[in-house]
């Protein structure tokens, strides 16, 4: 097996795949609230912004293709991370200690299977509800056609399974990339206990941050009623 493989394949290189991978990925989660969060904007915004995602055409299969590659390479390494360690130590966490400082096991960093493939399912339920659910085509005021995808949002967070199915699962989202977001960082550089500490407050606040502003969408559609007098929803 080539060296380079047998690296990435070692417990160590796995680990900083799964950094990388998912430090990938929280550039798209970075990218996609931005652009969610035009729902907020002019009646047209955020059908423009999918709209324009959608006019990338060829090369918008690319970039889906690398996200799925992402996402999928991410979960395989985390399970078999989280495999391997189990069978390496069967009698659980309670027993673990590090060589060099104290442990950094928490509910977070316990949970992050479980969060992990919680978020997978959630990502067949949303890619399937918005990326592929049935909408209305609405005329831009350029006169292009356009997916009513703002109206298939607002639907949907005016039913509490979606608004709160969705709070629930993004709140796990904050658990999830705050221990990752850390981890990536501890694992790609960091290995004084004065960097860790300040990274892991970091990675807090990041998580929060952005998870907050993710949960506020559906929180705010539905408790507003999704209505156009609510004060951050236009609608002509
Ligand atoms: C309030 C929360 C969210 C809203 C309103 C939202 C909205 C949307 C919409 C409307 C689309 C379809 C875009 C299109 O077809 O042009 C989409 C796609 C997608 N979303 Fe979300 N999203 C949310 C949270 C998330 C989260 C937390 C994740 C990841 C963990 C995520 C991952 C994705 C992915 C991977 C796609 C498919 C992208 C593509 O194939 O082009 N979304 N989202």
């Known amino acids: 097996m080539p060296s380079f493989i047998k690296a990435i394949n070692s417990q160590v290189g796995r680990k900083i795949m799964t950094g990388i991978t998912g430090i990938g990925l929280m550039l798209f989660l970075i990218g996609h609230i931005v652009g969610n969060l035009t729902i907020f904007g002019a009646p047209e915004a955020f059908n423009i912004y999918t709209k324009t995602l959608e006019d990338l055409g060829p090369l918008l299969y690319v970039i889906e293709a690398g996200l799925a590659f992402f996402f999928l390479y991410h979960t395989i390494l985390g399970v078999s991370i989280w495999w391997n360690r189990r069978k390496a130590r069967p009698e659980g966490y309670k027993k673990y200690q590090t060589k060099g400082g104290p442990s950094h096991q928490s509910l977070a960093s316990k949970s992050m299977v479980y969060t992990g493939i919680i978020?997978?399912?959630?990502?067949?339920?949303?890619?399937?509800?918005?990326?592929?659910?049935?909408?209305?085509?609405?005329?831009?005021?350029?006169?292009?056609?356009?997916?009513?995808?703002?109206?298939?949002?607002?639907?949907?967070?005016?039913?509490?399974?979606?608004?709160?199915?969705?709070?629930?699962?993004?709140?796990?989202?904050?658990?999830?990339?705050?221990?990752?977001?850390?981890?990536?960082?501890?694992?790609?550089?960091?290995?004084?206990?004065?960097?860790?500490?300040?990274?892991?407050?970091?990675?807090?606040?990041?998580?929060?941050?952005?998870?907050?502003a993710f949960i506020f969408i559906p929180l705010y559609i539905y408790f507003t009623g999704g209505s156009c007098d609510a004060a951050l929803i236009s609608c002509n």
Request: aromatic share 14%; hydrophobic share 55%; charged share 15%.
């Open 119 to 212: 978020i997978l399912v959630f990502l067949v339920i949303h890619i399937w509800t918005f990326k592929f659910g049935d909408t209305e085509m609405v005329k831009l005021a350029s006169g292009e056609m356009a997916r009513d995808l703002r109206a298939l949002v607002i639907e949907k967070f005016t039913d509490p399974l979606y608004a709160f199915g969705y709070t629930f699962v993004l709140s796990l989202l904050i658990l999830h990339l705050s221990h990752g977001f850390w981890s990536a960082f501890t694992s790609l550089s960091m290995k004084s206990k004065e960097a860790s500490k300040k990274v892991q407050m970091g990675a807090y606040g990041f998580a929060i941050v952005i998870m907050l």
